[in-house]
C-alpha cells in the first residue's frame, strides 16, 4: 500500500517499490561502509521484507532509505543514501523528516559513523552505552 508521494521543487519521493531502481540501489550500498558485502540476492529480500523510500529526479533515481518495523513499537531506519551530486539540495532532509512523522510515536533507532549531527535534527541521540550488537558470523 503506498502511502507517501510527496513532490519536493525538482524531487518526487515515494514508497512505491516499482519505482526503485535495484542497479541503482546496489550501487550505491556496494560503495557504502556499511552494506559493501551484501549479495544482490540479500539487497532484494531486505527490499522486498521492508518499507522503502526512493528519491527520484526525474527518471533517476538518486535517493533510498529503506525501514524495518512492527508498527507499533519500533522502527529500525536505514541503507539511507543521497546521491553525491544532489547531497545539500534539502531533498535528504525532507526525505528524513516524511520518514519520522510516518513513524511518530514509535521508537527509532538508527546505526550510523559520520551523519550524528544529521540525525539530531530529527530527534535521534546519540547513545552508544545502551544498545548491543550481534553480527552474523
Known amino acids: 500500500m503506498i502511502k507517501i508521494e510527496h513532490v519536493y521543487g525538482d524531487y518526487f519521493i515515494s514508497d512505491n517499490k516499482e519505482l526503485l531502481k535495484l542497479d541503482t540501489i546496489c550501487a550505491f ?11 544482490v540476492e540479500t539487497i532484494v529480500k531486505s527490499i522486498n521484507h521492508s518499507n522503502t523510500y526512493g528519491v527520484y529526479h526525474g527518471e533517476k533515481q538518486i535517493g533510498y532509505a529503506r ?3 512492527d508498527w507499533a513499537t519500533v522502527y529500525y531506519l536505514c541503507d539511507v543514501f543521497i546521491d553525491e551530486e544532489y547531497r545539500g539540495t534539502g531533498v535528504g532532509k525532507k526525505l528524513i523528516q516524511l ?3 510516518e513513524y511518530e510515536g514509535i521508537f527509532g533507532l538508527l ?4 551523519a550524528h549531527g544529521f540525525y539530531e535534527q530529527y530527534g535521534f ?6 544498545f548491543m550488537v550481534r553480527r552474523p558470523s
Open 29 to 39: 550500498l556496494s560503495r557504502s561502509y556499511w552494506a559493501n558485502q551484501r549479495s
Open 67 to 69: 525501514v524495518v518495523t
Open 99 to 101: 520518514i519520522t512523522e
Open 111 to 114: 546505526d550510523t559513523l559520520d
Open 125 to 130: 541521540k546519540h547513545n552508544a552505552e545502551r
